[in-house]
């Protein structure tokens, strides 16, 4: 066991030295030589020697060829090698001999390079420094002339450009050393005259700003067909009139007597770059002491500065120039002009102002144009203020857009002043409609000549080919507010296409903005002048009636009104999402509500009547003869008759349904008057004289006071009371005491759902001597009054009988 353990061992280290690094391996043999089996262990590894020693033997055998053939390959690539470096060593040899004549000749021409850029040198150094001394002798010649705009310019190209490149010479130094002095001299003169410039456009700005909007208004006039390129020409053309004309607002402010500062010297031909000689002289007199080669912050910042200053005071609109148009021409005039001269500025010199001081100054200035115009228009409430100034603001829009300003904002602002427009259109109109409604007289309009007639019609399409037939004199079936309204109507739609004018707004968008106003005009303002003029007091029903006739014709014209916008707009009044009209509904509902008040004045009418009713209840029959009708009832019939005769001209179904009403109205009021709890006792002598009454009413009814109802339609309003006719069958010697209304304590299921509905009065009818009556009455929701029975028997005399 000890053997085999050691062999383990051994085999184990061996394993290990093979594996480990050599740095390592220290350890691994201190372990052997501290055993006692060191003999063993080496014989143990001179064996595992020689088995490598037997692998690597293998591994050279089966690689020895190859290294053989790696050999003979090397001697013959060293062969070819010393045949290649005898090859080179030839070549380099022939190109060293040819390249000796290539190498003196390149040092002939670098030679020849140097001389050459020795001579540009002294060009060049020449060139910079001979227009130094020639801008020099023509500031010198300028400063002598006075003329020092011209020699700002050439002061400061001198110091900027000529000198720089001149480099460090003498004469530049003494140049140097007199150009401070000259830019102050200078400098202090352009600041004088900028300031008097800056004071002369702010006194003219308002001048500037007429010229340039008129320009814009003659433009305006021109023909609408005008292409997109004749007004880009126009606009250019507008701004050189512009300029010139604010060269002749600014040439009496700006001229002084000296002859080097005069804005209209011809000697300052070279002052500014601009793009035609023709436009020189007018931007010369515009702003003298600007040109384009100033780059100085001191004037910029100071122009910039002042000019803003100036925005402020032009911007600040007057406390009342919402009162007169003149006060925002002036407002819009002196805006423009501003805005003209910068553009002005922009477009003549380079660097005093740039295209983003410009938009931003505008949009400064557009925010508060807007909330001005706003705070202001709001006081307005007269429509053709409104109007004008919409004008003027589209033209000051027009005249600032032809300068490049975006004026967009402008146009919306417009839109929503269209509401405040259509709001004082409605007030407008709401007086114009109750004074028409007032001074109508509600009568059909009488016409006696063909002249008239026309003349009617063509405020009014009437569409009534019997009538035209009619000989003259005739009458229009309605007042004279039919024809004034409509025209008022087309005057209200020509006012709000007026305002849509110019507002760059499509067919479309006009057509529906003109239906929209339409329709609150139709909805809210003519309809309550309709609703005021049914509804205030002392109306008649002969006014009522006129004006139910009067709707019926407007209501029919509404399609008129229609095909009307369509044609101002050349829009098809059938293009898909088009607003309609709600003319129709708005004279319907006005109709109704005439009718209903025919109903209500013609019932408040009979109650008049009925007022005057006196009953007898405990009148005694009369012995022969016949019963005379109520003084009241003939009165109430007669005026009827009157009534309804006026109800000829309304339609069929109106004038039935007035008729229907007054007839339950007053067959309800008799039965009021017949169930009323303090009537407690009725003589045979008074329901014979209701019985006489209801039969007048039913003779009315009977002659059809209004055509149209079918057989005795009109005779049910009375059915119930013809019920009080069963009386009479009754023995006369019958003797009426008194009427006993109570009503029952105990009741059946039957009868409570009966209760729902209506009531139950229980009638004892008592007779002194052995017969009584008891009569049970039913009275439902429409007041129904019938006779049930007659009980004639002694047994049930003073007793109540529960039906």
Avoid at 283 to 307: A, E, T, W
Avoid at 415 to 441: H, P, S
Avoid at 573 to 593: E, I, M, V
Wanted: glycine share 4%; aromatic share 8%; net charge neutral.
């Amino acid at each position: 066991m000890a053997s085999v353990e050691t062999a383990a061992e051994h085999e184990r280290i061996l394993r290990e030295i093979e594996s480990t690094d050599t740095n390592c391996i220290g350890p691994t043999l201190r372990s052997v030589y501290d055993g006692q089996e060191h003999g063993l262990f080496m014989e143990k590894l001179d064996a595992r020697i020689r088995n490598h020693d037997r692998e690597i033997e293998k591994m050279c055998n089966h690689h020895f060829q190859g290294f053989v053939d790696s050999i003979t390959e090397l001697l013959k690539v060293r062969g070819e090698a010393q045949k290649l470096k005898s090859q080179v060593i030839d070549t380099n040899r022939r190109l060293q001999d040819d390249g000796k004549d290539l190498t003196s000749s390149m040092e002939e021409l670098q030679q020849c390079r140097v001389q050459q850029r020795n001579i540009a040198t002294t060009i060049d150094k020449l060139t910079h420094c001979l227009p130094v001394l020639e801008m020099y002798s023509r500031l010198q010649e300028q400063m002598r002339a006075k003329r020092y705009y011209p020699a700002l310019r050439t002061l400061e190209q001198l110091e900027q450009t000529c000198l720089p490149r001149a480099g460090q010479y003498r004469f530049c130094s003494i140049m140097a050393e007199n150009i401070p002095k000259l830019r102050i001299q200078i400098r202090d003169t352009a600041m004088t005259q900028l300031r008097d410039f800056l004071e002369s456009i702010r006194k003219h700005s308002d001048k500037i700003g007429e010229t340039a909007i008129k320009q814009a208004q003659l433009q305006r006039s021109l023909d609408s067909s005008v292409s997109t390129q004749p007004r880009v020409l126009m606009g250019r053309r507008g701004r050189k009139e512009a300029a010139a004309a604010m060269a002749a607002a600014l040439g009496a402010g700006t001229d002084s007597g000296g002859q080097g500062g005069s804005p209209l010297s011809e000697q300052d031909s070279g002052i500014l770059d601009v793009e035609d000689e023709e436009e020189d002289d007018d931007v010369r007199k515009l702003h003298p002491s600007i040109h384009p080669s100033i780059r100085f912050d001191l004037y910029f910042n100071y122009y910039r500065k002042q000019r803003r200053k100036q925005a402020r005071l032009v911007l600040q609109p007057h406390s009342n120039m919402h009162e007169t148009l003149e006060g925002y021409r002036r407002y819009f005039n002196q805006i423009v002009g501003f805005f003209v001269v910068e553009d002005h500025v922009l477009h003549t010199t380079q660097g005093l102002v740039n295209r983003a001081y410009v938009e931003e100054l505008w949009e400064l200035a557009l925010s508060k144009i807007i909330a001005a115009l706003r705070t202001h228009s709001s006081y307005c409430d007269n429509p053709d203020l409104v109007l004008d100034l919409k004008n003027l603001i589209v033209l000051f829009a027009d005249t600032l857009q032809g300068y490049g300003f975006p004026v967009s904002q402008l146009f919306d602002m417009l839109l929503e002043m269209r509401e405040q427009y259509g709001e004082i259109l409605l007030k407008r109109w709401n007086i114009t409609f109750r004074q028409v409604l007032d001074q109508d007289n509600y009568s059909p309009i009488p016409v006696s000549t063909e002249q008239e007639f026309k003349h009617y019609t063509s405020q009014f399409p009437l569409q009534d080919p019997e009538l035209e037939k009619l000989p003259f004199p005739k009458k229009l079936p309605f007042s004279e507010f039919v024809p004034k309204v409509y025209c008022q109507l087309k005057e209200f739609i020509y006012a709000c296409l007026k305002y849509s004018e110019d507002l760059h707004l499509s067919s479309t968008e006009v057509d529906d903005m003109i239906r929209k106003s339409t329709n609150l005009l139709l909805t809210r303002t003519l309809s309550h002048c309709l609703q005021y003029a049914i509804k205030k007091k002392n109306v008649g029903l002969a006014e009522l009636v006129q004006v139910i006739i009067n709707t019926t014709h407007l209501e029919q014209s509404c399609h008129f009104l229609e095909e009307f916008i369509s044609n101002i707009t050349n829009v098809p009044p059938d293009t898909a999402n088009a607003t309609k009209l709600y003319g129709t509904s708005t004279f319907k509902d006005a109709r109704h509500a005439a009718e209903a008040e025919i109903y209500t004045s013609l019932n408040a009418k009979i109650d008049q009547f009925l007022q005057l009713a006196d009953y007898d209840w405990m009148a005694a029959v009369q012995g022969g003869g016949t019963l005379d009708t109520s003084d009241y009832l003939i009165d109430l019939i007669a005026f009827l008759k009157s009534t309804f005769s006026v109800f000829t001209n309304l339609p069929g179904k109106v004038a039935q349904t007035a008729c229907m009403s007054a007839c339950k109205h007053i067959s309800t009021s008799l039965m009021q008057l017949l169930l009323d709890p303090e009537v407690r006792q009725i003589s045979m002598g008074a329901l014979h004289q209701i019985h006489t009454d209801v039969k007048e009413c039913e003779s009315f009814a009977r002659a059809g006071p209004v055509a149209g109802f079918q057989g005795d339609t009109l005779l049910l309003a009375f059915s119930d009371l013809r019920q009080v006719g069963l009386f009479q069958e009754v023995d006369p010697s019958l003797r009426w005491e008194r009427l006993v209304l109570g009503s029952w304590e105990k009741r059946s299921r039957t009868s409570r759902r009966r209760d729902r509905t209506g009531r139950l009065r229980c009638v004892l009818l008592e007779n002194t001597g052995c017969w009584a009556v008891c009569v049970c009455v039913c009275v439902c929701a429409r007041a129904v009054f019938r006779l049930f029975f007659f009980l004639r028997k002694k047994r049930l005399a003073g007793k109540c009988v529960r039906a």
